[in-house]
């Protein structure tokens, strides 16, 4: 049984490393590629495994090389995948990441079927014997179920609604959430829906290289981070929430749960990348420091 599942996205990845940002009618030099596992519910399930929490993963791929991969890789990782469908005579999501010299990343993407679970393709069971539900970008109808599940079971859910959160209604899902994961562009948004958020929900804003806020009610808890020359900051995101949730689940207050999300992202921005492998020896190296 996992004790945390996550649900949203899980993708392949291919990730070329530029000398800059393309502008438009220019060109940038590809220094390196790479090939792996993406999608943020596939991203936070694998480095919650690397942290020693039982994870699952609901999601879809398709019946393709790219998806067997994608498959393969989560469950060397020791994720469970009994809520990962494979979509049938389809593609599976492939994104192209553009990781510039200086950090700074650009995402291209195909439709593929990562977003194939609707709300009706939802077990129930699944989510209830479950201790936590994090919940990624994805349909938001479906976000909006596996909350409601969760709740009535008593289940605890966060949320992450990633980029593409001011072009859907996620309403009905921050209702539900106890927690509520953004970054800086995204923490304008979440602040426009903050009527739509629980009285007790917690937002935690990732604010890279400046750390992370946590605000709940009138009180904020802040941790400066650590100091990291950025690789590629792709999956950093992730990282710092399987982080928080790892302790957070374990009872640990706002300053502990901010400091091990932080110093999951910097071992994540520290790397080449959207997929990290997690260690607690690791984090506790960074923490020392």
Not at 73 to 100: F, P, Q
Not at 145 to 172: K, N, T
Not at 180 to 197: G, I, M, Q
Request: glycine fraction near 10%.
């Amino acid at each position: 049984m996992a004790r945390v599942l996550t649900a949203g996205h899980v993708n392949w990845d291919v990730t070329l490393a530029l000398d800059r940002l393309p502008r438009p009618d220019g060109e940038s030099l590809v220094r390196a590629q790479y090939r792996s596992g993406g999608g943020s519910a596939a991203n936070v399930a694998v480095a919650l495994a690397g942290l020693d929490v039982e994870a699952g993963v609901i999601g879809s791929v398709g019946d393709d090389e790219n998806g067997l991969l994608a498959r393969r890789e989560l469950e060397d990782a020791g994720v469970d995948l009994a809520g990962l469908t494979t979509v049938a005579d389809a593609a599976t999501s492939v994104k192209y990441l553009l990781i510039a010299d200086d950090g700074e990343v650009a995402v291209l993407g195909n439709d593929g079927v990562n977003e194939a679970v609707g709300p009706e393709d939802v077990d129930p069971e699944r989510v209830r014997r479950a201790d936590h539900l994090h919940l990624t970008s994805q349909r938001p109808e479906t976000a909006a179920r596996l909350a409601e599940i969760a709740v009535d079971a008593g289940v605890q859910v966060s949320f992450d609604p990633g980029r593409r959160l001011p072009d859907r209604d996620f309403s009905r899902t921050f209702e539900l959430a106890d927690l509520v994961f953004c970054n800086d562009r995204e923490a304008t948004a979440v602040a426009e829906l903050e009527d739509s958020l629980a009285a007790d929900c917690t937002v935690v804003v990732k604010r890279g290289a400046d750390g992370a806020a946590a605000l709940a009610a009138d009180e904020t808890w802040r941790h400066a981070g650590f100091g990291v020359d950025p690789v590629d900051t792709s999956g950093a995101g992730d990282a710092f929430a399987a982080g928080f949730l790892a302790v957070w689940l374990d009872g640990a207050d706002h300053e502990r749960a901010l400091a091990v999300g932080n110093a999951c992202g910097a071992l994540a921005a520290g790397r080449t990348g959207a997929r990290t492998d997690l260690s607690w020896d690791d984090v506790e190296d960074v923490l020392g420091e």
